[in-house]
């Protein structure tokens, strides 16, 4: 049935039994099967049957292909957050981990397939001092803009930035509202971040660069971001300040901070608007990194909010928001290395919809642009 | 070219799903072939929404359950269970998806044609499967009895309809 032997076959049931967030009770009983048959199986000690699993490849949402191929990749995500983060993850939350290790594991597989696999070039990571962690974010910061060579002014395109230059994976799908994003890291597949592609793209760099903030210090500190997340913990702090410091570099916003101040010989609500503009991110986010570096009286955002603070006033200063491409369901490194895959007959659609978790027509999509009579460089 | 005479029925690949439901003439097609069509149950998990009108299917409103009465659902047992876990199981470059692999397995196991229009799954039928007949998505609508039922105009519109709402792919030389 499968190459592989009894105890992997029965180590990848327990992880697409644990990504489905079922108990062994749970899943014994959906199955109509003795728990102590599950457990054996997935000890390896009882050979599966095919058509169990049939029944394990339905109930744990996986394909067959995923449990018994010998080249599918495995990583269980889900323990490493249950682990460092020492409190159950929502439903919500446990399901975007799922996705993220389905996304992070195909995109390894498809590389691997290919011969192409990311490049990385990680930072050392960073041992937080709690007593100093804001000073320590700060620094990392602009450490990693000197080494991406960005300067300090904004940057234009900060997702190829960090998935070419530092070699971390990242994927944009609709999740919960409530849900900003997740970073995980595992050795078999790198640093991964999933992002809510529902949020507006200021909130996507925010979150992408948050997340980073826990790649560049605790690299196995898993992460999910969620809305009102009351989260103290210092690998926490770290990377709210990482993420304000690296999209707003200290010495950059008092630069440009002082210019506008300086020809309009104030700054008011309109100023900050503006400032948030050339930075590219959200006016409260830029409010609250002015009040962070002491240019703004502490408490000043939730005063401007108190006081009634509208979006409206933004479209006054910047007029209408322009639209910003939706992101892409598949990155367009992995769109070509899949469509490769397919014209070189290596790659089927059907498992590339398994790789890279989108249905046939997504798929189809998505590889258009690689598929269609292009113009030739060659004249 | 597709010969209702000889044939004892078809399996269509989950691709070939896709462009007929793009056609939004699937159940005229499929009537005017007038062949018994078998669809294994991976196939059915992997059509899930709908080309044209976008709709997400749900188990009790999918169209592939509801179409017409020559439509037959399968689950794999016995030897064609056994041939469909040895093609998902296989190195990642001989594997294919499970839909591919149980359109495979079925009509591997029953003598029946296979309307496929994936290009590594062709590659494989050649070199393990080649007394497998194939068929692509546009030999079915090109057959004589659809362009008869349908009409050649409504032919050609659904073949229009299949390459840019389903993306089809055709091969080079149709």
Redesign the interface.
Known sequence: ????VPGELGERLRGARSGASLTQDAAAASLGMARTTLVAIEKGQRPVR??E??AF?RLYGV???KL?????VHVDLSARFRRTEGREASKAATEALSLLNRLATGAV?LER?LDQELRTDYPPPIRINPQIASQQAEDAANNLRTRLGVGLGPIPDLISLLELELGMRVFFRALPSQISGLYAYDAAIGACVLINARHHWKRRAQTAIHETGHFVSDRLHADILEENDASVSVEERFARRFGSAFLMPASGVRVRFSQIVGSANRFDVRELILLAHQFGVATEAMCRRLEELALLPQGTWDSLRERGFASDLERDVLGEPSSHPKPALVPPRLAYLASVG?DR??????????LLAV???EL??AL?PFRAEALSLHA | MLDPGSCKGLVLDTSVWINLLATEAMEAILAALALPCHVPEQVVMEVKRHPATGVVFSAGDHPLRQSSPGVAIISLEGAELDLFLEIVGAPAGDALGDGEAAAIAVAASRGLDLVIDDRKARRILRERFSHVRTHWTVDLLRARAVIRALGRRRTDECLAKAQRLGRMYIPRNQ
């Open positions: 049935m499968s190459s592989l095919p058509e699993l049939l490849a394909s067959a292909g018994t191929s010998p080249d599918s597989q397939l397919l007959e290596l790659l089927s659609e059907g498992q590339l919809c398994d249905d046939r027509l189809r999509e258009a």
